[in-house]
C-alpha cells in the first residue's frame, strides 16, 4: 500500500511506505470491523444452507466461524 502526497504541480512530493506491521494492524482492525458489522446485520443461525454459500461475506460471517476473537 503506497500513498502519494501530490505538490500543487501535479508533482509526487514522496511516497510513503507503512511498515508491514502496521500493515498488518490495519488490515486485523477493518476485519474485526467487517465481522462486528456481519454479527449485527445477520441472525445467529441461517435460514438456509444456499444462502450462506452465495453469501459474499462468507469468509468474514460469525455464522460459519463464530465471534472473530474466536479465530
Known sequence: M???FITDKGRPRREQNPSPQRETEVRE???DIVA???AEEFPA??????ECNTCEYQYLCP???GPRNNW
Open 29 to 31: 482492525e477493518i476485519l
Open 36 to 38: 462486528k458489522i456481519l
Open 45 to 50: 443461525q441461517p435460514e438456509s444452507t444456499w
Open 63 to 65: 455464522r460459519k466461524y
Open 2 to 4: 503506497s500513498y502519494f
